[in-house]
């Protein structure tokens, strides 16, 4: 590659053919904080709850020259490419495993939102189903499941594998729904260093950087 990719357009023209769309609030922090994206090679970076989409793990191990991997139960996933990349684990017992300060940059997709919008869990649930019936799918019930537990535990295990001058990327529907309230954050310690919350075409992301 001749020039360095320095913006999130470059970066999905250069790749359309990864298909990255869909992960742009993600990449467009990562770029902010890595300035290009040449300078991400050599990073040690973790996905939270890759789920069935594998397409920016995939990416990253190809293209970035980092050290890529994911964490999360991978029954949608088995013949991806990417699955060897994903420890079939729930994060509390992977995160036991963990060194402190291991990863440059967590990143996650709907992981801390206190309401769940993954559909293979809300067609299961009534207030779902009403809310479809009822036109209201916009404004969902704030009692649609999560698919994780305690997610406040979990990010802080998050953050103590997290190195100095590392970030911590969580991307969300609705930031009124983030788990990460003011009040856990300020538990923090070490106190981060910069927690800010970006909007990208109507999706937030809150950007939670180490000393």
């Known amino acids: 590659m001749s020039e360095q990719i320095s913006t999130t357009v470059e970066l999905l023209q250069h790749f359309n053919r990864y298909r990255l769309k869909q992960f742009e609030v993600i990449l467009n ?19 939270l709850g890759p789920g069935n989409r594998l397409g920016l793990l995939h990416f990253l191990s190809q293209e970035s020259g980092a050290k890529v991997e994911g964490v999360g139960k991978t029954i949608y996933i088995k013949k991806s490419a990417a699955a060897a990349l994903v420890t079939d684990s729930d994060f509390q017992p992977f995160f036991k495993t963990v060194k402190a300060k291991s990863y440059d ?41 999560s698919s994780l537990g305690d997610k406040q535990t979990v990010f802080k295990l998050a953050y103590r594998a997290l190195k100095p001058g590392g970030i911590i990327i ?5 930031r009124k729904n983030s788990a ?17 919350s970006e909007k990208l075409k109507g999706f937030s992301a809150m950007v939670i950087v180490v000393k």
């Open 29 to 47: 922090e990562l770029l902010n904080w890595s300035k290009t994206f040449e300078h991400l090679k050599g990073k040690h970076i973790l996905e």
């Open 105 to 145: 940059v967590i990143y996650s997709r709907y992981v801390f939102e206190t309401n769940s919008y993954h559909p293979l869990l809300l067609l299961k649930h009534p207030d779902y189903l009403k809310a479809i019936a009822q036109n209201t799918i916009s404004n969902p019930y704030a009692n649609f499941p």
């Open 170 to 174: 969580s991307h969300l529907v609705k």
């Open 180 to 196: 990460l309230t003011a009040d856990f954050l300020s538990t923090l310690k070490p106190k981060p260093k910069e927690v800010r």
